[in-house]
């Protein structure tokens, strides 16, 4: 996870939106390791758990039920 949080914060510093997805488990993590990264305002979207062991129907669900914070962190920039 923290080299996906450190992927995002190289392509935010690029000018490319990111939004970084992260389980419910790792939301935390995620948002400090960003801070210490210095972009506290690093968009990401919680996922609940469990994941790993859902089958590709509900992963897809899952996937559907984010996409609206998904947009929504791609497209409102001034939180960086």
């Known amino acids: 996870m923290s080299c996906s949080v450190h992927d995002m914060v190289e392509l935010e510093l ?3 939106p990111t939004v970084t997805l992260c389980t419910t488990g790792f939301l935390n993590a995620g948002m400090k390791h960003a801070s210490i990264l210095g972009m506290p305002g690093l968009q990401i979207v919680d996922i609940p758990l469990p994941f790993a062991s859902l089958n590709p129907v509900h992963v897809r669900k899952r996937g559907e039920e984010a996409f609206d ?3 929504t962190s ?3 920039r001034d939180h960086l």
């Open 14 to 16: 690029k000018g490319i």
């Open 69 to 71: 914070a998904i947009v």
């Open 74 to 76: 791609l497209t409102t």
